[in-house]
């Protein structure tokens, strides 16, 4: 079956920190570009993050604590997300652009396969 998943949301303290996985089961990784968007309630989804082969690009308020990372070989990708604040609490997705595309992009448009989402609840 081909599919994305996403573990590793939960409660977490706000200073504190969390690793998203996204596993591909049914195909490989290796050839699509790959981003983590979140959506929270109320609101729009937004791009978090995109890893092409080996380059990356992040939304601003994000900059400097979430780290996108890839292991092929695992066909995962992560979200390392450090400093979490209440404002980071939303659905995590991972998603894939079309395959050989190379964009580096946030837009939500230019993903056609999504996963089902993790939660992650930022909160004291």
């Known amino acids: 079956q081909v599919q994305l998943v996403e573990s590793g949301g939960g409660l977490v303290q706000p200073g504190g920190s969390l690793r998203l996985s996204c596993v591909a089961s049914?195909?490989?990784?290796?050839?699509?570009?790959i981003g983590w968007f979140r959506q929270a309630p109320g609101k729009e989804r937004e791009g978090v993050s995109c890893?092409?082969?080996?380059?990356?690009v992040y939304t601003d308020s994000v900059k400097g604590r979430f780290t996108i990372s890839r292991d092929n070989a695992k066909n995962t990708v992560y979200l390392q997300m450090n400093s979490l604040k209440a404002e980071d609490t939303a659905l995590y997705y991972c998603a894939l652009q079309p395959r050989g595309r190379r964009a580096l992009t946030l837009s939500v448009a230019e993903y056609n396969f999504w996963g089902q989402g993790t939660q992650v609840t930022v909160s004291s």
């Open positions: 890893i092409t082969r080996l380059t990356t």
């Open positions: 049914g195909f490989t990784l290796d050839s699509y570009s």
